[in-house]
């Protein structure tokens, strides 16, 4: 790997603003001072420093995001407030969000640099399974329930696929859990209107094993733990 691209993979900054840092002779390959942006570099057996401080190689980086309100599902946005403003911490500048949350749509959120695994995240063949809260006007029948089992007319070509709709207050508003394991656009509130519903407030809670945990706030997030990276792993196989 070209050593200004690991630099900047590891957020020392962007190619140009690297090759200003190269120029300082504050980076060092192996205890040698180099310069040049295009020495190639092995990063996981060089020991690569900048001002003395070693530059550690993680290739692939994974975050529990809980999205608030209010902000975009992208890596940067014109007019909103984007998911990424909010990852202050991370050096990175390759993450990006696996799928997308509506701008009113709060919960659970997984940012990472993982191009394979969100692919296969978000496949419709791997079947992901997808669990929100909501909060709905109108009573939620078991109706409802039923006709979720057998898969919604939201307007497209096929139904959605069948969904596991659980009602856990029906008045004065319902509150509902929903399991779906599709990503089409509006999904959930579409099945809501279709049965002649609205959803009022929604909020993903879970994402195949991820959970939405009580230790976040909405804004925060956290690493994946060990256990929940090869748990997601496992169930992309």
Do not use: W
């Amino acid at each position: 790997m070209r050593l200004d691209k690991f630099l900047t993979e590891m957020g020392l900054g962007t190619r140009s603003e690297v090759k200003k840092i190269l120029k300082t002779k504050q980076i060092t390959v192996n205890g040698e001072i180099v310069t040049k942006p295009e020495t190639k570099v092995a990063p996981e057996n060089d020991q690569i420093s900048y001002k003395g401080e070693p530059v550690t190689y993680c290739e692939y980086e994974y975050y529990l995001f809980y999205k608030p309100a209010g902000c975009v599902t992208a890596t940067e946005d014109q007019l909103h407030k984007t998911v990424m403003d909010y990852l202050t911490d991370t050096v990175r500048s390759d993450l990006f969000p696996v799928g997308r949350l509506d701008i009113d749509t709060e919960g659970l959120l997984l940012i990472t640099n993982d191009g394979a695994l969100a692919h296969d995240l978000l496949s419709p063949a791997k079947h992901v399974e997808k669990t929100y809260y909501a909060v709905i006007d109108g009573v939620v029948t078991e109706k409802d329930v039923n006709s979720f089992e057998n898969g919604v007319d939201i307007g497209e070509e096929k139904l959605t696929k069948p969904g596991k709709l659980r009602i856990l207050k029906s008045e004065p508003e319902s509150e509902i859990e929903l399991t779906i394991t599709e990503g089409r656009f509006h999904q959930v509130k579409r099945m809501f209107e279709a049965v002649g519903k609205k959803v009022l407030y929604l909020k993903r809670i879970s994402m195949g094993p991820l959970q939405l945990t009580d230790d976040l706030k909405p804004g925060e997030y956290r690493p994946l733990t060990e256990e929940e990276i090869t748990a997601l792993k496992i169930v992309n196989k």
